[in-house]
């Protein structure tokens, strides 16, 4: 088999998505996710110019070799958009090698190692009140874990808690939106927010919180040890991880289990947090990890330290990431959860795809691949538009992490 044609096709159908699609010339094609929210056009760019003229004429089926080509050879290895180019060349490989193989990725991955995977949802509001009350319709839905969100009292607007809560919007971050934080007011303000839902749905829900890596090691303990009776499922991000050793001083303090991973690209970023065990849940995700082929090593590896996956699913990761993910997912022996923010209809129009949400749980589905394709003609109707994260300042002006 050999690869004819590689495209690269950036849509925004409500926000921005950068796909990969490989065609062989055996009438096989497989798709993957190169999305890197506010910076697609970089990664688009990388492809077109560095990596597809590379690889036409290549056997699809050799995915280590090809990965390696494009790590090693390239010489500058790592970073977000090297490894989303790869990741989306890598997924468009096994999807095309599970559909040569007439299987669903999972089955040649190792096989299924559950039923059915383990989601959770977000909940968030401007207030306490607010929040507790979405946490209720998602409770509905049948999610039976759930992310929790509150802005804060006399605090404009806080990231992920209010009207734009879907982290991004291309029509309206044509420029980066300017948020502010006060880390003084969130810590003395959340743990109320998670008594307030004990209160409410009782015990038998997952409680998870995300304080992207807006903390200190010392201000994280503290508000592990304040959360610690509301047995949350995990605290995510709760600081900055560049420096992995932070951790040390979270984890001798308390007993609230910890996640992080989501901005990793590779397992240099995580090898000392998994191998001291000093988290339990790790948010590394397909697109940003360089594909399928690393994910599979980082779960087996984390596995032997006890360290759980909760791969990063977002809006912004596309329906084909969320595809590849679930069947890592179906396979890994140390599943822990998997984040599914959902899509909007439009986008799951362009993403043709297997994968169905029931009750709180995810399944993959049975056709052959990761199971999610592009419509192309749909997706040329939804032009690219310049959009941005949010940038993050405490409330004398200083710049902040968010
Ligand atoms: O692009 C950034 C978003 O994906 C991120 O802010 C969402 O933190 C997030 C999460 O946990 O989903
Ligand atoms: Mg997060």
């Not at 240099?268 to 065990?277: H, P, V, Y």
């Not at 969320?322 to 209809?345: C, D, F, K, R």
Request: a negative charge; proline letters at 5%; glycine letters at 8%.
């Amino acid at each position: 088999m050999k690869i004819t044609d590689i495209r690269v096709i950036v849509t925004c159908p409500g926000r921005n998505f950068v796909s990969v699609k490989i065609v062989t010339d055996e009438g096989l094609h497989g798709v993957g996710d190169a999305t890197l929210n506010g910076r697609e056009l970089a990664v688009a760019t990388y492809l077109t110019e560095h990596v597809v003229p590379t690889l036409i004429g290549r056997d699809p089926h050799r995915i280590e070799d090809i990965w390696q080509y494009l790590y090693r050879g390239a010489y500058w290895r790592r970073g977000p958009v090297t490894m989303a180019a790869i990741a989306a060349i890598d997924t468009a490989l096994w999807d095309i090698k599970a559909k040569a193989a007439g299987m669903p990725l999972y089955q040649l991955l190792g096989g299924a190692s559950r039923d059915r995977l383990l989601v959770y949802s977000h909940a968030q509001g401007t207030t306490i009140e607010e929040a507790v009350e979405n946490f209720g319709r998602k409770h509905e839905l049948g999610y039976r874990a759930i992310r929790a969100q509150t802005g804060l009292p006399g605090m404009p607007h806080v990231y992920g808690t209010g009207p734009y809560s879907v982290t991004n919007d291309a029509d309206l971050d044509a420029m980066p939106r300017e948020e502010v934080w006060s880390t003084s007011k969130y810590l003395n303000y959340i743990p109320g927010l998670f008594e307030a839902l004990r209160r409410t749905y009782g015990w038998d829900v997952e409680l998870l919180h995300d304080s992207h890596h807006r903390l200190t090691p010392i201000e994280a303990a503290r508000l592990g040890k304040d959360l610690e009776p509301y047995r949350l499922f995990w605290l995510e991000d709760a600081v900055a991880a560049e420096h992995q050793e932070g951790f040390r001083l979270i984890r001798q303090h308390t007993t609230t289990p910890l996640a992080v991973g989501e901005v990793f690209n590779t397992i240099w970023d995580a090898r000392l947090l998994i191998s001291e065990q000093l988290i339990d849940y790790i948010r590394m995700t397909t697109v940003h990890a360089g594909g399928v082929t690393p994910m599979r090593k980082i779960a087996d590896f984390a596995a032997i330290y006890n360290v759980r996956t909760g791969a990063h699913g977002a809006m912004d990761m596309s329906p084909i990431c969320l595809g590849a993910n679930a069947h890592l997912g179906m396979w890994a022996p140390n599943y822990g959860i998997l984040e599914y923010a959902g899509y909007s209809e439009e986008m799951l129009e362009v993403f043709p795809h297997a994968w169905r949400f029931e009750k709180g749980d995810l399944y993959p589905g049975e056709a052959h691949g990761h199971g999610v394709d592009i419509n192309e003609e749909l997706a040329a109707k939804y032009p690219y538009k310049r959009a941005y994260l949010p940038v993050n300042r405490l409330e004398d002006g200083t710049l902040w992490h968010w």
